[in-house]
């Protein structure tokens, strides 16, 4: 997965400028960032959510924004996981149910893929019934439940204790280590960044490594 001299720009101000990210399967990525510096722009982009103004975001030698609407939604649906800062699980559903609904593929076990997570227990249980970790690993199993290389993490851990959120993030970079996928988090919690391979800062539209 890269992203080759992406920019893009709201009413006159560059967000991003000439972003050249690439990420290894295996690889687990931090970026961090105050607020505006261009996280939540970068990761739609990687989300396929948003097109850039400038730039390519290269899937198996191919630029994804020359796909159609509709080929960009299928390869959103199989080839990215989403996790995001709140579970968004759908109240209405057991946690097992939450992986179903969006399952696309018989590759993976929901029952199994959620009971590696610690949520065997849980399967019938409804969101109101789960503390937040349980809820933030529900939501880890559903953004890998059609395996995809590809797994985007938007402050997974800013409404969990250390302990859930060292724990989520230790699911994301294990998923990535263990399984070959690529991982992005957008993170403000420095005490997580030692878990990632990498650790990028975005200041003034601008990706720069840092250096551990």
Do not use: W
């Amino acid at each position: 997965m890269r992203l080759s001299h992406v920019s893009h720009q709201f009413d006159g101000h560059l967000v991003l400028n000439d972003i050249e990210l690439h990420v290894s399967p295996g690889e687990c990525v931090a970026i961090v960032g105050p607020s505006g510096s261009g996280k939540s722009t970068l990761l739609y982009i990687l989300g396929l959510l948003r097109k850039p103004d400038q730039g390519a975001f290269m899937m198996d030698g191919r630029d994804v924004f020359e796909l159609d609407e509709e080929q960009r939604r299928l390869l959103r649906l199989l080839e990215v996981g989403f996790v995001f800062q709140q579970a968004h699980l759908i109240p209405y559903l057991t946690v097992l149910e939450q992986l179903e609904l969006i399952q696309e593929t018989e590759e993976v076990d929901a029952k199994q893929r959620l009971t590696d997570l610690g949520l065997g227990h849980r399967l019938h249980h409804l969101p109101t019934t789960l503390s937040g970790g349980e809820k933030q690993r529900v939501a880890v199993a559903r953004a890998l439940i059609n395996s995809p290389r590809l797994i985007l993490a938007d402050e997974p851990t800013a409404s969990l204790d250390y302990e859930n959120g060292r724990r989520v993030m230790e699911l994301l970079a294990d998923e990535a280590h263990r399984a070959g996928r690529s991982v992005v988090v957008i993170t403000h919690d420095e005490r997580m960044l030692d878990v990632c391979d990498r650790v990028l800062r975005i200041l003034d539209g601008a990706l720069t490594e840092v250096n551990n």
